[in-house]
C-alpha cells in the first residue's frame, strides 16, 4: 500500500519558474525522502529530512516537514527542461535497528516546457 | 564507482514460468532491497536483505522469493507468473545499518508477462 501521497499528481511549468510539490504519509515516521526517476527507469535520491528538522536545503532543491500535519513539500527554484521527471517522497517509519523499508507514494509528473 | 547494476534490462515471460531477476550493489553496500513498480505507481517494497539474511519482507504472496550471496549481490525469483506481475522490477542497495539510510537504485528489469 502507499503512505504518501503527492499532490498534485501531474505538473507543467516553464522554464525558470519554481515548482512545489506536496507529499502526506499517514504514520509517524524516522525520516522523508524524495526521489526522482526518469522515464520508468531507476530512481534517484535527491534529500533526506529527519523527523527532527523543519527545512533542509540542496542546491535548487528546498524540502520542508512538517510532522504535526504528517506532510511534506519539495520545492524546486528557476526550473530548468532537464527537471522533467517523475518526482517520490518516501518515507522511512522503521524501528531502529529494523530493516529500511521505504513506503512511496504515487507520484508527481513534473513537466518543464523550454 | 559504479551503481547498482541490475539484469537483465527487459525480459518476457509466459504466464506460469519462472523468473530469476539479478541485482549487484554498490561497492561496500551490504544491504539490498528489492521494490516492484506497476506503470502509474510508486514502487512497492518486496525485501530486504542484509547479510544474506531477510531483514524485512512486503506484502507479497510466497511466489515470490530472494536470496544474498556472500559477495552481497542478490537474486529475486517469481514462481507461475501472473499478468499482473508485469513491473518495473528495481533493486537498491544501501549502507543500512550503518551511515545514512538513503537507498541507491539500479535501473531496474522491466519484466512483461503475457
Redesign the interface.
Known amino acids: 500500500?502507499?503512505q504518501?501521497e503527492e499532490d498534485p499528481q501531474a505538473l507543467s511549468i516553464q522554464e525558470g519558474e519554481n515548482a512545489t510539490m506536496n507529499c502526506s504519509y499517514k504514520t509517524s515516521i524516522?525520516?522523508l525522502?524524495w526521489?526522482r526517476q526518469n522515464s520508468?527507469?531507476?530512481?534517484?535520491?535527491l534529500i533526506?529530512i529527519r523527523s527532527n528538522e523543519r527545512e533542509k536545503h540542496s542546491g535548487r532543491l528546498r524540502v520542508t516537514l512538517d510532522t504535526s500535519k504528517k506532510s511534506s513539500s519539495l520545492l524546486i527554484t528557476a526550473s530548468r527542461a532537464a527537471d522533467t521527471a517523475s518526482y517520490?517522497c518516501?518515507t522511512?517509519a522503521?524501528h531502529s535497528?529494523?530493516?529500511?523499508?521505504?513506503?512511496?507514494?504515487?507520484?508527481t509528473q513534473l513537466t518543464v516546457l523550454p | 564507482d559504479a551503481g547498482?547494476t541490475q539484469s537483465p534490462t527487459h525480459l518476457i515471460k509466459t504466464r506460469g514460468q519462472h523468473v530469476t531477476l539479478r541485482c549487484s550493489p554498490i561497492s561496500g553496500h551490504k544491504?539490498v532491497?528489492w521494490?516492484q513498480?506497476v506503470?502509474?505507481?510508486?514502487?512497492?517494497?518486496i525485501f530486504?536483505y542484509?547479510e544474506k539474511e531477510e531483514?524485512?519482507r512486503?506484502?507479497f504472496p510466497d511466489r515470490f522469493s530472494a536470496r544474498q550471496f556472500p559477495n552481497y549481490s542478490s537474486e529475486l525469483n517469481v514462481n507461475a507468473l501472473l499478468l499482473g506481475d508485469s513491473a518495473?522490477y528495481?533493486c537498491?542497495s544501501?549502507l543500512?545499518?550503518l551511515g545514512?539510510?538513503?537507498?541507491?537504485?539500479?535501473?531496474?528489469t522491466?519484466l512483461t508477462v503475457t
Open positions: 500500500s502507499q504518501g524516522n525520516n525522502q526521489y520508468g527507469r531507476g530512481l534517484v535520491h533526506l517520490f518516501a522511512d522503521a535497528g529494523s530493516a529500511r523499508q521505504l513506503t512511496f507514494g504515487s507520484g | 547498482v544491504s532491497s521494490y513498480q506503470l502509474g505507481q510508486g514502487p512497492q517494497f530486504q542484509y531483514r524485512g512486503g506484502n518495473l528495481l537498491a544501501s543500512w545499518p545514512s539510510y538513503e537507498q541507491y537504485f539500479g535501473p531496474g522491466r
